[in-house]
């Protein structure tokens, strides 16, 4: 039961990080998390070269360390499929965050969604595997694999309403004006 706790456990930490970096209008550091500069030869993430700061509900600053990243962080932003234009004055770089229209409110619940049913697809095939090594194993009579099947099935039922109720939350602050 600890390996399937624990296998559940990395699913639904994966949903979150998903579920951050999902744009809701609000200024949100994760929405950079996965956007590389290149840095004297290596690919390193923006939050690695520079202070990311939320000033307002709708703004992300991004300060970098060494000044001669700007550009680079710039390009970046640019190139990456965040859709924001940033602003640069040579020292820090500022990222507007629109307001999404209900059309696009819409569009990024769908997104929601599907991120979640990744999720519980997941679960359930964590569950498959969990079911398909109690079967094969030998040493466990007919009616003791039925009663941790059943426990399984309840474990895979709770982390898939902790699924449901994440989504919910998250459809919520999406639809949130």
Not at 5 to 15: A, G, P, W
Not at 64 to 89: C, E, F, Q, R, Y
Not at 105 to 119: G, N
């Amino acid at each position: 039961m600890a390996e399937i706790t624990e296998r559940m456990d990395k699913t639904i930490d994966s949903l979150s990080h998903e579920f951050a970096k999902v744009r809701t209008g609000r200024a949100n550091a994760n929405v950079l998390s996965d956007i590389t500069i290149d840095y004297y030869g290596v690919p390193t993430p923006i939050t690695q070269v520079a202070a990311v700061k939320v000033p307002e509900a709708h703004m992300l600053m991004i300060e970098p360390w060494d000044k001669s990243v700007l550009n680079a962080i710039v390009h970046a932003l640019n190139a990456s499929d965040l859709g924001i234009t940033p602003s640069s004055d040579g020292t820090v770089i500022r990222l507007p965050f629109p307001a999404p229209t209900e059309e696009r409110r819409r569009e990024l619940v769908k997104e929601c969604r599907e991120i979640a049913e990744q999720a519980r697809v997941s679960i359930r095939n964590i569950r498959r595997d969990v079911n398909g090594k109690l079967e094969r194993d030998e040493e466990l009579s007919e009616d003791e694999v039925r009663r941790e099947q059943t426990k399984v099935q309840k474990h895979t039922d709770a982390y898939i309403k902790k699924i449901d109720e994440m989504l919910k939350a998250k459809e919520a602050e999406v639809m949130e004006i």
